[in-house]
């Protein structure tokens, strides 16, 4: 998998802060990650990369020559055609989805943004998709692309330990993961659910999926409401909802 990183900031993207997953992904050959400057496209002394918005406004945006050359740049480095993704909090939310289909490309270009953001122009002949974290703000798209990289490459086959862990992730079904439970029995008066201590791995199954129904409803309604259940997912949701309310 290769990540090209459009970035005033390439310190981000060391062995130093790609760590855990990332870092062993990356030592292992299974990752290569290549940061393209806008700086190194610069011709004035000062090496400049922010310019001011036309009309006024605080701030300013990110300068468009060096920015695009950069991007074309990192575009032709790439070893197959790629997606140019701009990390904005302007974009659609991020998906378990996106993070799959860059996996499946095994290439995509990460633009990080600064400042203001950029010119209008660029997002429209440039980028190919805008994505974000969430409703809020970072001071740019460094802590994002690293967010990618790391959903990325835990898709990548040989990138974890036990390759089951990422079939049973959050977001992997379109339900969130069902409750984790580990030594000791119990905490503080509360016990580990006696059906995780059964050994009936048929009850067990039935017992997740069901929590993964429940707490889904209960905290993210959305997916349950964009998701067709089908009738034993909606029945093991209505045993959910009664146990809870009684």
Sequence with gaps: MWFGLVTLFPESFTEDHL???????????????????????TSDLHRTVDDKPYGGGPGMLMKVAPLREAIHSAK???DKCTEVVYLSPQG?????????????????VLVCGRYEGIDERVINADIDREVSLGDFVLSGGEVPALAVIDGVTRLLPGALGDSNSVAQDSFSDGLLDYPQFTRPKEIAGKRVPDVLLSGNHQMIARWRQKQAL??????????????????IEQQLLDEYRSETES
């Design 214 to 231: 429940g707490k889904t409803w209960e905290k993210r309604p959305d997916l349950i409401r964009e998701r067709t259940l089908t009738e």
């Design 19 to 41: 760590i855990g997953v990332t870092g062993r992904a990356l030592r292992d050959e299974l990752i290569s990650v290549r940061c393209f400057n806008p700086r190194d496209f």
């Design 76 to 78: 032709d480095a790439a």
């Design 92 to 108: 659609r939310r991020l998906s378990q989805d996106d993070l799959a289909g860059w996996a499946a490309k095994g290439s995509v």
